[in-house]
T-cell receptor, first 117, second 111 residues
């Protein structure tokens, strides 16, 4: 089945550090990848849609200068949390969908738990 | 913004019992999907049901979709302790490429 690898799985760093999270589709090409944020015991909130070769589409209220997204190839998207602060601590999850059709399920990475001290 | 809303928010049952979770949504959709999430992990896709389908089965899972009521249900039969997880419905809006997730149902199956 389709596999999405997300790395790292766990990050602890000091306030002011920038953190990069990678999302790779291992056995399929993904024109579009999605980045979500999840707070404890809550649902996934879509942050942005990452499009290969073009700028990401950010959801309302998500700072694009804070959360930099780069979709450099059909198998890799990165999310960089710039100058992270404690309020950025959260669980970040990426997903990718094979093909263009919306009738394909999204395949999720295992998430990255980010803790900013 | 969220689209689907699941109920109940939490469900606790004994092993062997059936578990039913419901999802309601607001806009027209292409399809509705159910996902499972173990604590601290990513989501695992369970079933996708298209807007022109009414029922779908996969092993011990049964999903129904009522587009007139904008609702769906997920039934897990003969539950096992390993089914303990959070279950989310996600809708694929008709005119949008983004999926929207509900708040989820936290299912606990006691051995």
């Amino acid at each position: 089945g389709a596999v999405v690898s997300q790395h790292p799985s766990w990050v602890i760093c000091k306030s002011g550090t920038s953190v990069k999270i990678e999302c790779r589709s291992l056995d399929f090409q993904a024109t579009t990848m999605f980045w979500y944020r999840q707070f404890p015991k809550q649902s996934l909130m879509l942050m942005a849609t990452s499009n290969e070769g073009s700028k990401a589409t950010y959801e309302q209220g998500v700072e694009k200068d804070k959360f930099l997204i780069n979709h450099a190839s059909l198998t890799l998207s990165t999310l960089t949390v710039t100058s992270a602060h404690p309020e950025d601590s959260s669980f970040y999850i990426c997903s990718a969908r094979p093909g263009e059709s919306s009738n394909q399920p999204q395949h999720f990475g295992d998430g990255t738990r980010l803790s900013i001290l | 913004s969220q689209q689907g809303e699941e109920d109940p928010q939490a469900l606790s049952i004994q092993e062997g019992e059936n578990a039913t979770m419901n999802c309601s949504y607001k806009t027209s959709i292409n399809n509705l999907q159910w996902y499972r999430q173990n604590s601290g992990r990513g989501l695992v896709h369970l079933i996708l049901i298209r807007s022109n389908e009414r029922e779908k089965h996969s092993g011990r899972l049964r999903v129904t979709l009522d587009t007139s009521k904008k609702s769906s249900s997920l039934l897990i039969t003969a539950s096992r302790a390993a089914d303990t997880a959070s279950y989310f419905c996600a809708t694929d809006p008709y005119n949008n490429n983004d999926m929207r997730f509900g708040a989820g149902t936290r299912l606990t199956v006691k051995p």
